[in-house]
C-alpha cells in the first residue's frame, strides 16, 4: 500500500538526486526544495507547492501533478514522460528546455510561458490557458487544444498541422506566420469572417 504523505513541509528541503517510486502527497510545502536531479516513477503530487524550488534535470514518469502550483519554479531540462500536469499553474517559471511526452496538459496554467520551440507534439492541451504565451517555433503537430486561451499567444514559425483548435481558439488566437493544414487554414479563415467557396 502506497504511503500517502499530507500537508508535509518540505521547503527548503535538500531532496536532489533522490528515486522516488508509488509515493504520494497532498498539500505538501516544496517551497525552494532543491529537486535537481529527482527522479519518481507512479508517484503522486495534489495541491502541493513548489514556488521557486529547483527541478532543473529531474525525469518524471507516470507520475501526477493535479492541481499544483509552480511560481518561480526551475524546470529547465526536466523531462515529463506518460504524466498528467492536470490543473497544475505555471508562473514565471524557466522551462526551457523541458521534455514533455505523453503528457496531459489539459486545464494547465501557462500564461505568459516561454516555450520558444518546445515540443508539444500530440499532447492534450484542453481548456489550458496559453494567454499571452510564446509558442514562436514550436511543434504543436495534432496537438489538441479544444478550449485553450489562446489570445495574445506568438505562433510565428509553430507547426499546427493535424493540431485542433475550438472555435474560440480560432477567433482570438492569431496564427500568422504559423504553419497549419488546410482544414485549419479554411476554418481560421471563416472564423475571422471569410467567406470560402
Not at 508535509?8 to 509515493?23: F, K, N, P, T
Request: charged fraction near 30%; include cysteine.
Amino acid at each position: 500500500m502506497d504511503i500517502i504523505e499530507a500537508d508535509e513541509d518540505y521547503s527548503d528541503a535538500v531532496l536532489a538526486g533522490q528515486r522516488w517510486e508509488g509515493r504520494s502527497f497532498v498539500r505538501c510545502d516544496f517551497t525552494e526544495a532543491d529537486l535537481r536531479g529527482l527522479v519518481t516513477s507512479g508517484c503522486s503530487f495534489t495541491e502541493c507547492r513548489f514556488d521557486r524550488a529547483d527541478l532543473g534535470g529531474s525525469a518524471h514518469t507516470a507520475t501526477a501533478f493535479r492541481s499544483c502550483r509552480f511560481d518561480r519554479a526551475v524546470l529547465a531540462s526536466a523531462s515529463f514522460r506518460s504524466c498528467t500536469l492536470l490543473g497544475s499553474t505555471f508562473v514565471d517559471c524557466g522551462l526551457r528546455p523541458i521534455s514533455l511526452e505523453e503528457t496531459d496538459l489539459t486545464l494547465v496554467g501557462l500564461s505568459r510561458a516561454l516555450l520558444r520551440k518546445a515540443s508539444l507534439r500530440g499532447l492534450r492541451l484542453r481548456e489550458a490557458n496559453l494567454e499571452g504565451a510564446d509558442l514562436r517555433d514550436a511543434d504543436l503537430r495534432d496537438a489538441d487544444l479544444t478550449g485553450a486561451r489562446l489570445r495574445e499567444c506568438r505562433f510565428e514559425g509553430a507547426d499546427l498541422r493535424g493540431a485542433r483548435l475550438g472555435a474560440d481558439g480560432l477567433v482570438a488566437g492569431d496564427l500568422r506566420g504559423a504553419r497549419v493544414d488546410p482544414g485549419t487554414a479554411v476554418a481560421y479563415a471563416a472564423a475571422h469572417g471569410l467567406r470560402v467557396d
